[in-house]
């Protein structure tokens, strides 16, 4: 277990440049997708995977510090610029096949797989059914408690309506009612940890711009519902590589003490703890959180594992 021993030092300066990507397209899954590569191309592949509603731009300053990588960050089915799979509801096992094709078709390697927040639920599970193809897993603000219960639950269900009504009213008010800056804005301020008025509207920014980029209503009330059905902290206990858990200390999706109960059960892994910081790791602290997962590699070669 690791933690910052300067708290006040976590919080990151906004980035004076977000770095871009090489955009790449093409079918994958039974969709057509888009994904973005970064860092050194003859390098080792990792894959970073957003949280619900997010998109690549949301882990591209993570990339950014994730140099000696090769980067691939891919648009899930539905969001940002990869369009839903038609036919299919998007559920867990939906995003993990999709991410199974990713991964064979585009990588073409086994990978360094990370995922962020519902990242790490459609990480994690792809992990358990296609195991060989995962060298070493990093989940980022790991859900880790069910979302109908604990502190949360009442959140969750007044979300679930939102989505259903998002989806059931005519086109232009479920549009505006699920692109609505004043809910977005609400969930940004509330996920914030750090009080640093320029950081606070970059991410404010950076939500305003990218939380409403989901292709249909359909799609991304079927990825709510898949966003509670499980988590990320059912499938880790059974999963046979290295695992590390980045888990904030004010994460509001899931306690200091549900997250650690979490690492105790996996079979090989580590947990780093950054300190304040609560789910917007990806944006308040990223660069040490690439620092660390670079570490985790490292140290998962040095032991062969």
């Known amino acids: 277990m690791s933690a910052s021993p300067h708290p006040s030092d976590v919080f990151e300066p906004v980035p004076r440049q977000v770095p871009a990507g090489t955009r790449h397209e093409g079918w994958v899954g039974g969709t057509y997708s888009r994904w973005w590569v970064y860092g050194n191309q003859d390098a080792a592949p990792l894959v970073l995977v957003h949280g619900f509603r997010g998109d690549h731009h949301g882990l591209e300053i993570i990339a950014a510090g994730l140099k000696d990588f ?3 960050i891919p648009d899930l089915p539905g969001f940002g610029k990869t369009a839903p799979i038609e036919g299919a509801e998007h559920t867990m096992s939906t995003y993990a096949a999709w991410l199974v094709s990713f991964i064979e078709t585009v990588v073409g390697s086994p990978v360094h797989l990370v995922g962020h927040s519902f990242g790490s639920i ?26 109908l219960e604990g502190n949360q639950k009442v959140m969750s269900r007044l979300a679930e309506l939102y989505y259903g009504a998002g989806a059931a009213l005519p086109a232009p008010l479920g549009f505006a009612l699920l692109r609505s800056r004043w809910v977005t804005r609400l969930s940004s301020e509330f996920m914030m940890k750090n009080q640093d008025p320029n950081l606070r509207r970059f991410i404010n920014g950076q939500h305003d711009a990218y939380f409403g980029a989901f292709a249909s209503r359909e799609a991304v009330l079927e990825a709510y519902r898949s966003s509670i059905s499980s988590t990320a902290a059912d ?3 059974a999963l046979p590589m290295a695992v590390q858990l980045i888990v904030a200390e004010k994460d509001d999706l899931g306690t200091l003490e549900l997250q650690q109960a979490m690492a105790r059960k996996l079979q090989q892994g580590r947990l780093d703890i950054i300190p304040e910081v609560g789910h917007l790791i990806h944006y308040e602290s990223p660069l040490r959180a690439a620092s660390l997962i670079a570490d985790f590699h490292a140290q998962d070669l040095k032991e062969g594992r």
Not at 129 to 147: D, F, G, K, T
Request: net charge positive; hydrophobic share 40%.
């Open 70 to 72: 090769c980067v691939y």
């Open 235 to 237: 499938f880790t206990p």
């Open 122 to 147: 459609v990480s994690s599970y792809t992990a358990l059914v296609r195991p060989h193809l995962i060298e070493r897993l990093s989940l980022i603000n790991p859900i880790c408690q069910p979302a």
